[in-house]
Each structure stands twice: as structure tokens, then as C-alpha cells.
């Protein structure tokens, strides 16, 4: 069994909704869970938001944060997977947002950085990971796979 067919199993065990907001991995981590053929039992909706002002407006994302930490922040993450569950009237919600290369890093902020924010009925948390000596697409499926794992043991 592929780890979004356990997780989409572990969601409709529990009778969850998911959504997902999506920078850097453009959909692939949606994507992935909808190769799952009960996932309309689960997916309410997602957002590709690329743009800040996407973030802002879709999901509400706080431009304050984005100009403190940075659009590519645990902060922006949490607001972006809380954005999204509620947004879409979700007790999930995924937030990825980070460098998928090979240009966009700063010293502080390199290829391969990509952080993730999940909110599960209420509770958020976070976690940066570095993908490092990874290709752009490398980057995004790691960040996908990261993503799902990651939801999993919070569920």
C-alpha cells in the first residue's frame, strides 16, 4: 500500500477532511492523493497559491508574516495549512512552502529548503526539512512524500 493510500484509509477511518495549500510542490501533493480512488471521501479542496498575494487572498496568509519570516517560513506554512482547512471546511490542512531550485536562495534560505505546516482539528505544527543535492523535481516529490509521512504520524 502506497503511504497516501494509508493515509487517505487513515482519514476516512477517522471521518477527516483534507486540503492541501501548495507552493513550491504546485500540486503534486494533491495529486498524489487524488490517485487514491476513494479520495473524493476525503479532498474537499486544495490551492495552488505561488504568489504572495495568492497566499494572502486565498488563504490568509498574514503579509506581516510574509515580510518578517519570509514567504518560505514555518509561519507562512501553519498559516497556509490552517488557511486551507478552513478555507475548505477541513479538519486537515497541509501547508508547503519552500526553494525548489535552482534559483530563489538566499544564505539563510538555500535550495532544497522547504517548510511545512499541518493543522489537525485545531492543533499546528511545524517542521523544516532540507533537501540538499536534489534537482527541482527531486525537491517537490521529497517535499510530497516528506508531507504525507509527516500527517500521517500526527494522525
Known sequence: MTIEETVVNRLIEKGLHIACAESCTGGLLTGRIVNVPSASRVLNSSFITYANEAKIKYLNVSEKSIETFGVVSEEVA????????????????????????????T????????????????????????????????????SVTF?????????
Open 78 to 105: 501553519v498559516q497556509m495549512a490552517e488557511g486551507a482547512a478552513k478555507e475548505s471546511k477541513a479538519e486537515v490542512g497541509i501547508g508547503v512552502t519552500g526553494i525548489a531550485g535552482p534559483t530563489g536562495a
Open 107 to 142: 544564505e539563510k534560505k538555500p535550495v532544497g529548503m522547504v517548510c511545512f505546516g499541518f493543522y489537525v482539528n485545531g492543533r499546528v505544527t511545524a517542521k523544516t526539512c532540507l533537501f540538499e543535492h536534489m534537482q527541482r523535481n527531486e525537491v517537490r516529490e521529497a
Open 147 to 155: 508531507a504525507l509521512t509527516k500527517l500521517l504520524e500526527l494522525l
